[in-house]
């Protein structure tokens, strides 16, 4: 096993640590702080796969234009994954506030079940 | 039954998890072509000496455009989830009940320190300045509009910690934040349509590239930097005064009584 498939690894291991405390979270916002942390698994594994051997950072300020650089799709396509994590979880945290607002509490398993 | 389920559920999971690992490539052996393609072009064709932001703003400007709609929407979700509704008297016994009980455990908010104060508005203008450098350099160096826009958010903030939620909605007024950043949100589609009437492709570069690493090179990428900029500082300025009011609405209230 080379030392490169360790950065699968690191992803594979906040991915399950992330879906272990949000299957047994007992609190809506420590189950969203988990969503988040579940999500930022896809981080590593996105800038992982877009890893060249030898390549820098996709910028070529001051440098010459030649350079191997890594695959910057995938940099970018991780800014607008932190982006939406970001605003997602403001989203999830309202409706975490107005559910304690109209229960009282925050225990998943003690919210009033919907009625139609 | 609940077992049961979890774990027919793990297995699945395990074996699809295990299987997806095994098909990855391997370590720093990147596949290709696009981003081989993008790194070899991107400066030479838009000025850009950041690939990153050139792939955002402009190869695949399209999908930041929906991007941004994504942080819009979801800022929209959160103020109307958090408007104020008027409580019933009970309702607001409940909560003084609670409050009364915070402060008996000591869990009362310490006053502000002179720390706290002194480096808070120290920090305001450096953040500031911090932000704006980010939005304006980014398709120089790494950053652009949606890192410094947040950057910039985070300025109020320390208005907030440094003084009172009176201050910071006085400095950052609920309608002037909505419109100004629904304005550069809007901005944003504006720029993009100017290339159609122009006679181009929707988000085509209609605006002069300049010289390479210099601020305000790249044409559309910068001028759409500078939108996204004020939108996502806009944006999370509205996030957070949402937040502190629906803390501090009961309070904030008592005192104008």
Known sequence: ?116 | MRTGLLAAGGAGMAALFLWGMAGLPPFGSYPGPYGDLLDSFAVGERKATDVVSAVNFDYRGFDTLGEEFILFVSVAGATLLLRKIEESADGEESREESEREDRQAGRAPPPTSDATRAFGVALVGLTVLFGLYMISHGQTTPGGGFQGGVILATAPLSVYLAADARTFQRIAPRSVVEWVGSMAAAAYIVLGLAAVVLGAEFLRNVTPLGEEEKMGSSGNIFWLNLGVGIEVAGGFVLLLSVFIEEALQRRLRRESR
């Not at chain 1, 997602?88 to 304690?100: D, I, R, T």
């Not at chain 1, 607002?101 to 398993?109: E, F, M, R, V, Y």
């Open chain 1, 1 to 116: 096993m080379s030392p490169g498939f360790l950065a699968y690894a690191v992803a594979a291991f906040v991915f399950l640590c992330g879906l272990w405390g949000a299957a047994t979270s007992r609190h809506l916002v420590h189950l969203v702080i988990c969503v988040g942390v579940l999500q930022t698994s896809t981080y590593v594994l996105l800038l992982a796969i877009g890893q060249k051997a030898g390549g820098v950072a996709p910028v070529y300020y001051g440098v010459p234009h030649d350079l191997l650089a890594v695959d910057p799709v995938v940099q970018a396509l991780m800014l607008t994954d932190v982006v939406v994590e970001a605003t997602v979880v403001a989203l999830l945290l309202a409706l975490a506030v107005q559910a304690h607002k109209h229960a009282g509490t925050l225990d998943p398993d003690a919210l009033p079940r919907l009625k139609g």
